[in-house]
């Protein structure tokens, strides 16, 4: 069991929001305002979606949004398209320089 | 634009090792941080390891003792050695330059596989 726990699927229809959950074990809590998400399409690399819970990089469009509440960061995607279907994936600064991803959300649009 | 490009993946026997390159282009890797990441087949990321821009080297415990991470400044490169391979390392491998505490810029991935 990944230390990060994501819904396995999400689903959603056209302009729709949908919400992704990675809750973390309670060692993680120090390190969960550094939580960073990612999507992965198909035989593609992952690319950055949020980092630091809620910050964007530039070129990602404010559909994308990131918040944390205690050991539980989401990832909340508005206005779904077609093309945001994919893997989503959360990952956590665990300390000592060290990382640790989710198991990942299967995101499907209707 | 900003580009990682990893080389030197391909097919190694169980024990065996491999070198992976990841080389940058489009900006100076020196004072950045940058990770390696594998993801097996069917399977998420996995962080497996990170060299901060001081150099300081950092391991998953799945790799700690049999991979070793480097870097290259002058040739704008970092290196990940593998040494005694088992099945479960095969992978796709990336590179990704790190921002704050996360990975702003993947590579494609270098495929490495581990098989007799």
Redesign the interface.
């Given at each position: 069991q990944?230390a990060l726990t994501q819904p396995r699927s999400v689903s959603g229809s056209p302009g729709q929001s949908v919400t992704i959950s990675c809750t973390g074990r309670s060692s993680y809590v120090d390190?969960f305002n550094?939580v960073?998400w990612?999507q992965?399409h198909p035989g593609k690399?992952?690319?950055?979606l949020?980092?630091?819970v809620s910050?964007r990089?530039s070129g990602v469009p404010d559909r994308f949004s990131g918040s944390q509440s205690g050991s539980t960061a989401s990832l909340t995607i508005s206005g779904l398209q077609a093309e945001d279907e994919g893997?989503y994936?959360c990952?956590s600064?665990a300390g000592?320089?060290?990382?640790?991803?989710?198991?990942?959300t299967k995101l499907t649009v209707l | 634009e900003v580009q990682l490009v990893e080389s030197g993946g391909g097919l190694v026997q169980p024990g065996g090792s491999l070198r992976l390159s990841c080389a940058a282009s489009g900006t100076s890797i020196s004072s950045k941080s940058l990770n390696w990441v594998r993801q097996a087949p069917g399977k998420g990321p996995e962080w497996i390891s990170h060299i901060s821009d001081g150099s300081a080297i950092s391991y998953a415990d799945s790799v700690k003792g049999r991979f070793t991470a480097s870097r290259d400044n002058a040739r704008n490169s970092i290196h990940l050695y593998m040494h005694s391979l088992r099945d479960e390392d095969t992978a796709v491998y990336y590179c990704a330059r790190g921002i704050d505490y996360g990975m702003d810029v993947w590579g494609q991935g270098t495929t490495v596989t581990v098989s007799s």
């Open positions: 990944s390190f550094r960073s990612y992965q690399a992952p690319k950055v949020i980092y630091n910050e990089p893997d994936y990952c600064y000592s320089y060290t990382w640790v991803f989710g198991g990942g | -």
